[in-house]
């Protein structure tokens, strides 16, 4: 019997979930500080993007690509940050996060750098409902 795909329970803990994308589940950070979208694709097992057969890594570029667009086209952001780590969470996801210059850890990398920062709830919806509307998810 093949393995059942699920969401790691820290994601899980630490997003909000936007929709389901062809091959993956969006996400929002929960933290406020940084206008920040992760990818999950939806495959059981999958570490590194090496895991996915060729047509799952095109469909993850081409997702990272439109959820980039999306992004930077809702926030006007100064650059893009797209990282698959996974130090932490070994489950396989693409972290695209919004940075400004004068953010709170310009110009260094976000993780560590300040205590997350919890949404205001209108906040969060507007986001959400931003995000939902740009990829065709609401």
């Not at 799952?56 to 100064?78: F, H, P, W």
Request: aromatic content about 6%; glycine content about 6%.
């Amino acid at each position: 019997m093949p393995a059942t795909w699920s969401l790691h329970p820290q994601l899980d803990a630490d997003t909000v979930c936007i929709g389901d994308l062809p091959l993956s589940r969006l996400l929002l950070s929960k933290d406020a500080n940084y206008p920040w979208l992760i990818l999950v694709p939806r495959r059981a097992n999958a570490v590194e993007i090496i895991d996915l057969d060729r047509d799952d890594r095109a469909g993850l570029m081409t997702e990272i690509g439109q959820v980039s667009e999306t992004l930077k086209g809702t926030t006007d952001c100064d650059k893009l940050n797209v990282a698959a780590l996974g130090n932490q969470v070994p489950q396989l996801h693409v972290h695209v996060i919004a940075r400004r210059k004068g953010d709170a850890a310009w110009p260094r990398p976000v993780w560590g750098a300040v205590p997350a920062r919890d949404y205001d709830a209108a906040e969060l919806e507007a986001f959400v409902d931003a995000i939902r509307r740009e990829t065709g998810l609401g």
